[in-house]
Structures are given as structure tokens and as C-alpha cells.
């Protein structure tokens, strides 16, 4: 599953590919923000990715097509 993150602040958003379901991604997001932590996320070739949930603009969650080559 592909998922965005923007960061207040940032001109970019991070964009990273992760094996979580997408209620696993909720529910990992919701505990960031009520205890005003940290988003801890590990994308599909095992980097970890940390952003203090004070700084969360946005997640958007897209189920990712995987394997696709040329246009569609």
C-alpha cells in the first residue's frame, strides 16, 4: 500500500510503500496524535520512517498496484 504524509512546512511529502493495512495505518496514526508522538512507519525495504506527529499535515492511504510497467 502506497502512502502519503505531508509535513507542515515541507514543500515535499514523503511517499513510501508499506505492507500495513490500511485499519493498522489508522490506528498507528491515532495513537501518534493523542499522545503527541511519533508516526513510526517501515516501508517494504525495511527503512524506517519517523515524523512527529505535531508536524502531520496529511496521510493519504492509496492501495498501490504493484508489478505495473508502461502506461495503462
Known sequence: MEVKIG?????RELSIDTTLHADQ?????????????????SDVKGRRILVPARVLAYVEVNQSVSGTVGFR
Open 25 to 41: 495505518l489508522q490506528a498507528a496514526v491515532e495513537e501518534a496524535l493523542t499522545s503527541d508522538g511519533v508516526l513510526a512507519l
Open 7 to 11: 509535513v507542515q512546512n515541507a514543500p
